[in-house]
T-cell receptor
Framework: AQSVTQLDSQVPVFEEAPVELRCNYSSSVSVYLFWYVQYPNQGLQLLLKYLSGSTLVESINGFEAEFNKSQTSFHLRKPSVHISDTAEYFC?????????FGQGTTLQVKP | DTGVSQNPRHKITKRGQNVTFRCDPISEHNRLYWYRQTLGQGPEFLTYFQNEAQLEKSRLLSDRFSAERPKGSFSTLEIQRTEQGDSAMYLCASMILGTGNTIYFGEGSWLTVV
């Protein structure tokens, strides 16, 4: 069975500092991997995804994630965060067309 | 694309009442999903449709829950005899099968059972 573990429930960080949100997954077969972001009282927005090919994927707003098959990880990183990045971030895996989500990580960016 | 549309956005109901949520997926998206999300948790899969066929239901979907997608377009999620534990946000999402497995979510419907 597939599962997703987000290792940190909350990550406080100062503005302009780098950040890494950790995600590990469990699956016996190849999977597709996703990061979604959720702002307060809103639905989920796709941030980036890994389907195949280059293991480093990037989003349009400066986030990147690297697929590491040997460590079964898909950590999300950003070299310099902004106040507006404060949100809930969810890692997810997909195999049979549905998404299985982790518990989420709250990114709190402080001025 | 106009995005996935859900209504009502908020619903407060008394325990024991029935509620129905509607989801309009992105046009031509053949897959439609329902998820439930409680505070501080990740979304939990409930069920999904491919066109009008309901292909999978989670064990979370008790007999009080029923979902339909009668014409392969919009979908409804009905909860009968609501309980306080049903209080959550119900998320709808849609996808075109075979185009990169990207699932797009709506804004969600908040249910509060009092």
């Amino acid at each position: 069975a597939q599962s997703v573990t987000q290792l940190d429930s909350q990550v406080p960080v100062f503005e302009e500092a780098p950040v890494e949100l950790r995600c590990n997954y469990s699956s016996s077969v190849s999977v597709y991997l996703f990061w979604y972001v959720q702002y307060p009282n809103q639905g989920l927005q796709l941030l980036l995804k890994y389907l195949s090919g280059s293991t480093l994927v990037e989003s349009i707003n400066g986030f990147e994630a690297e697929f590491n098959k040997s460590q079964t990880s898909f950590h999300l990183r950003k070299p310099s965060v902004h106040i507006s990045d404060t949100a809930e971030y969810f890692c997810a895996v997909s195999l049979t067309g549905k998404l299985i989500f982790g518990q989420g990580t709250t990114l709190q960016v402080k001025p | 694309d106009t995005g996935v549309s859900q209504n009502p956005r908020h619903k407060i109901t008394k325990r024991g009442q029935n509620v129905t949520f509607r989801c309009d997926p992105i046009s031509e998206h053949n897959r439609l999903y329902w998820y439930r999300q409680t505070l501080g948790q990740g979304p939990e899969f409930l069920t999904y449709f491919q066109n009008e066929a309901q292909l999978e239901k989670s064990r979370l979907l008790s007999d009080r829950f029923s979902a339909e997608r009668p014409k392969g377009s919009f979908s409804t999620l009905e909860i009968q005899r609501t309980e306080q534990g049903d209080s959550a946000m119900y998320l709808c999402a849609s996808m075109i099968l075979g185009t990169g497995n990207t699932i797009y979510f709506g804004e969600g419907s908040w249910l509060t059972v009092v």
